[in-house]
């Protein structure tokens, strides 16, 4: 049973710790300190003979001081936390607009292949002065290694000529 009692001094330790903290992050232990050393440094014979009487008779005077320094502690703290959140917004927002541009570029050249892609094959069918089916030439609905379609010839649509050599890519042979 010599447990409990320790379990209950650690408690009260961690009570202990806390309020202290919680003091001192409000400013109640600094002007504490500081109207008791007011009071120790009055000369002997103007010090109050019980200070903790002197205490609850002019708490007011400096209650509002205690309250206005918690205050301003708290406000500190939101405000650096403020200053921290709203870098953070910037960098991000750094990101996104870099993410996006890349992005942006990726579908441009996509287009610009893919134009490219479609002006070489209307080109290579104008060069053999043959029409090919629309059916000749489908997109593949699976992208390329790069995001970018690619375009797929089905080489039953492509007309050929008597000879029986095709005649849509005459640098095939």
Do not use: C
């Amino acid at each position: 049973m010599p447990l409990r009692p320790r379990f209950k001094e650690e408690r009260s330790e961690k009570a202990t710790e806390l309020l202290r903290l919680y003091l001192e992050r409000t400013g109640t232990m600094d002007a504490l300190t500081g109207w008791l050393r007011k009071v120790v440094e009055v000369p002997a014979e103007e010090r109050p003979r019980d200070a903790l009487e002197h205490l609850k008779k002019n708490q007011n005077q400096w209650h509002g001081n205690i309250r206005s320094a918690a205050i301003k502690n708290m406000l500190e703290d939101v405000q650096e936390e403020l200053a921290e959140v709203l870098e953070e917004n910037r960098e991000l927002k750094r990101k996104i607009a870099h993410i996006e541009a890349a992005l942006l570029a990726r579908k441009v050249a996509a287009l610009n292949a893919s134009t490219k892609h479609q002006k070489e094959v209307s080109s290579a069918a104008q060069g053999t002065n043959n029409t090919i089916d629309k059916r000749s030439v489908e997109i593949n609905n699976q992208p390329s290694v790069r995001g970018i379609p690619y375009y797929v010839v089905n080489p039953a649509a492509i007309p050929t000529a008597p000879d029986g050599v095709t005649t849509a890519n005459p640098h095939s042979q």
